[in-house]
T-cell receptor, first 111, second 112 residues
Framework: RKEVEQDPGPFNVPEGATVAFNCTYSNSASQSFFWYRQDCRKEPKLLMSVYSSGNEDGRFTAQLNRASQYISLLIRDSKLSDSATYLC????????????FGTGTRLLVSP | NAGVTQTPKFRVLKTGQSMTLLCAQDMNHEYMYWYRQDPGMGLRLIHYSVGEGTTAKGEVPDGYNVSRLKKQNFLLGLESAAPSQTSVYFCASQGFSNQPQHFGDGTRLSIL
């Protein structure tokens, strides 16, 4: 099983739609979770951290399900500017606590 | 705020040439990382450092060397460049291991 798995997509949605991505992780001892956004040929940028209680930032909501070992990202009222690749990131406990990046889910928002 | 700065932004090399990529951060972070990203693929960790004077291998370290002589700088060296090293290289820094990483804007390297 991969350390972090994401559906590569692409998810094609119209403007205004609600879209959700899931990400599964294999290390039950992981403690820190993040969503990053990466635009084509640009660096990954932190979108939001994911907390146990779930958290919301404007149109974006992140949830953590420790029992099933997955995190989710919900985007409401999609904008054209939301088109990007969304990376799920999990810290890997055991020895040095590196961050493990998923390969990303591509989102395309169309007019 | 400069954050993480990578130099150069672009470079074209011939096979067998050497070069050094520089990463500088002004956030007083302990941890620094070098990744490569190939078209349509995810980030792959080359080397990392958990503090000044320390370095460690990531998942794809062959053909690269690194140094962290100063806390704010992390250098990635290619001793004898090969076409397989054509890629986009990202540097990242991190304050503590449970915190997010902050990325530089990348170095696009082509080896002919």
């Amino acid at each position: 099983r991969k350390e972090v798995e994401q559906d590569p997509g692409p998810f094609n949605v119209p403007e205004g739609a609600t879209v959700a991505f899931n990400c599964t992780y294999s290390n039950s001892a992981s403690q820190s979770f993040f969503w990053y956004r990466q635009d084509c040929r640009k660096e990954p940028k932190l979108l939001m951290s994911v907390y146990s209680s779930g958290n919301e930032d404007g149109r974006f909501t992140a949830q953590l399900n420790r029992a099933s070992q997955y995190i989710s990202l919900l985007i409401r009222d999609s904008k054209l500017s939301d088109s990007a690749t969304y990376l799920c990131v999990v810290n890997w406990s055991g020895g040095f606590q590196k961050l493990v990046f998923g390969t990303g889910t591509r989102l395309l928002v169309s007019p | 705020n400069a954050g993480v700065t990578q130099t150069p932004k672009f470079r074209v090399l011939k096979t067998g040439q050497s070069m050094t990529l520089l990463c500088a951060q002004d956030m007083n972070h302990e941890y620094m990382y070098w990744y490569r990203q190939d078209p349509g693929m995810g980030l792959r960790l080359i080397h990392y450092s958990v503090g000044e004077g320390t370095t460690a291998k990531g998942e794809v370290p062959d053909g690269y060397n690194v140094s962290r002589l100063k806390k704010q700088n992390f250098l990635l060296g290619l001793e004898s460049a090969a076409p397989s090293q054509t890629s986009v290289y990202f540097c990242a820094s991190q304050g503590f291991s449970n915190q997010p990483q902050h990325f530089g804007d990348g170095t696009r390297l082509s080896i002919l």
